[in-house]
T-cell receptor, first 116, second 119 residues
Framework: EAGVAQSPRYKIIEKRQSVAFWCNPI?????LYWYQQILGQGPKLLIQ????????DSQLPKDRFSAERLKGVDSTLKIQPAKLEDSAVYLC??????????????FGPGTRLTVL | AQTVTQSQPEMSVQEAETVTLSCTYD???????LFWYKQPPSRQMILVIR??????QNATENRFSVNFQKAAKSFSLKISDSQLGDTAMYFC????????????????FGKGTKLSVKP
């Protein structure tokens, strides 16, 4: 079974530029998560989708970050304009949506963003 | 709000020895899950072990076991017979359990412990 796919793996941009990350979840997984992992810290949830609807975006800096999940499958996370403090690894994860059950989150390899 | 604390930034162990990683957490929830994740240099986050808070029995997965002390809000990971491939960052994480018993939500991570296994 194919895992969570993310691209690109690495991205270097200048501050104030725009950048977009792509995630393709495991087939059949209705729930998709974007986490931000700053160097030396654990991942922090940015946004959670259930199918193509947003469940939790309370920690997403909405003045510069946006995310969408059209058709409830692939997702794109965008930063516009980027700041130095956005340098981090962006992890995508997905899980099934089975009520009353534990649904494991499976993580992708992440995209390392460096903002200069 | 829930918090997860890992007080050991780095640890090392000799191959074939046993090592214990510490984690404490704070929550007012009664029902939740606790996890240990492994993140090797490749960055892929891999689930090592899971514990449901309502279960008194400590979870085990082959060489990995936990010591879950609910009253003390402590959740340590023991790795037995350490192998070179165990070298990685290890993250302790917390997730609330939904009222209907399922899981669907925010994983709250600690800052991690860097484990080095030496030959």
């Amino acid at each position: 079974e194919a895992g969570v796919a993310q691209s690109p793996r690495y991205k270097i941009i200048e501050k104030r530029q725009s950048v977009a990350f792509w995630c393709n979840p495991i087939s059949g997984h209705a729930t998709l998560y974007w986490y931000q992992q700053i160097l030396g810290q654990g991942p922090k949830l940015l946004i959670q989708f259930q199918n193509n609807g947003v469940v939790d975006d309370s920690q997403l800096p909405k003045d510069r970050f946006s995310a969408e999940r059209l058709k409830g499958v692939d997702s794109t996370l965008k930063i516009q304009p980027a700041k130095l403090e956005d340098s981090a690894v962006y992890l995508c994860a997905s899980s099934l949506l089975l009520a009353g059950s534990y649904n494991e989150q499976f993580f992708g390899p992440g995209t390392r963003l460096t903002v200069l | 709000a829930q918090t997860v604390t890992q007080s050991q930034p780095e640890m090392s162990v000799q191959e074939a020895e046993t090592v214990t990683l510490s984690c404490t957490y704070d929550t007012s929830e009664s029902n939740y899950y606790l996890f240990w994740y492994k993140q090797p240099p490749s960055r892929q986050m891999i689930l090592v072990i899971r514990q449901e808070a309502y279960k008194q029995q400590n979870a085990t997965e082959n060489r990995f076991s936990v010591n879950f002390q609910k009253a003390a809000k402590s959740f340590s990971l023991k790795i037995s017979d350490s192998q070179l491939g165990d070298t990685a960052m290890y993250f302790c994480a917390f997730m609330k359990q939904r009222n209907y018993g399922g899981s669907q939500g925010n994983l709250i991570f600690g800052k991690g412990t860097k484990l080095s296994v030496k030959p």
